[in-house]
């Protein structure tokens, strides 16, 4: 078990975080997870999602028992554990004691694109439904226990750049980086959550990281105050980020 890299790459909603997940399943040399909180996020906060009730009932709920599989043995022959998380799952109630065992990764992508994504399908976010507090929380926190700032990977120069900056987030982890990280054939996996029909559509289209392209749209008026919460805590990683 101390071989085992564990790779938590903790993203905010409406980024690239399961294509990230599709790019590293395609290394021989690894297994992932899909949002293994998600499950006690919906049962502690009584949010309603889409399919709330089934991601439940077939996941597990109990944050202590999803803590001990992320940080105990993994399949045989598999030398990495890549995790997908939310930052937001990472509720108060859960003890930071286990992510010290866990190698911590940041995917950001810029608010102002990010925003307009998430309002379409939550009208009344808050600053906390970004995951950008939790991420700058978890960020800091890991800085100061390794003595510097942790990998840091913008949605951005992913889509501008595959292989260069998924190149230099596997030299951080001390990693080769594999050709095959980006391509993927399409389709569903059975290591997708039972969330996938509502929120996957694109992905399982995908056969490989699209095209960035710039967004016109911006956040309404409305949500300027939120705006500018979110393009701070951004920024506060964006300066860390791999170049």
Not at 99 to 105: D, F, M, N
Not at 135 to 152: C, K, M, N, W
Not at 178 to 200: E, I, N, Q
Not at 205 to 223: L, V
Request: glycine share 6%.
């Amino acid at each position: 078990m101390e071989s085992i890299l564990r790779i938590a790459m903790w993203s905010g909603p409406r980024n690239i975080s399961t294509a990230m997940m599709r790019s590293f399943e395609q290394r021989p040399d690894t297994i992932v997870c899909d949002e293994p909180l998600y499950a006690h996020y919906l049962k502690s906060t009584g949010i309603e999602h889409p399919g709330r009730e089934e991601v439940i009932a077939r996941h597990e709920s109990d944050w202590r028992k999803v803590a001990a599989w992320l940080t105990g043995p993994i399949e045989p022959g598999r030398s990495i554990f890549y995790q997908k998380h939310m930052s937001h799952h990472l509720l108060p109630e859960i003890s930071r004691d286990w992510l010290a065992k866990l190698t911590h990764c940041f995917l950001i992508r810029d608010p102002r694109e990010m925003l307009v994504s998430l309002l379409r399908v939550t009208p009344r976010a808050r600053l906390a439904d970004t995951g950008l507090p939790q991420q700058s929380e978890l960020f800091e926190q890991t800085a100061d226990r390794i003595g510097g700032p942790p990998p840091v990977v913008d949605a951005r120069d992913v889509l501008l750049n595959p292989r260069q900056t998924l190149t230099r987030l596997c030299e951080r982890l001390g990693l080769t980086f594999d050709g095959r990280m980006l391509r993927w054939p399409p389709g569903p996996r059975k290591t997708d959550g039972v969330w996938a029909p509502h929120w996957y559509a694109a992905v399982e289209r995908s056969t490989g990281f699209e095209r960035y392209r710039e967004r016109d749209e911006r956040p309404g008026a409305e949500h300027a105050e939120l705006l500018a919460q979110c393009v701070e805590l951004y920024e506060r990683l964006h300066r860390h980020r791999l170049r």
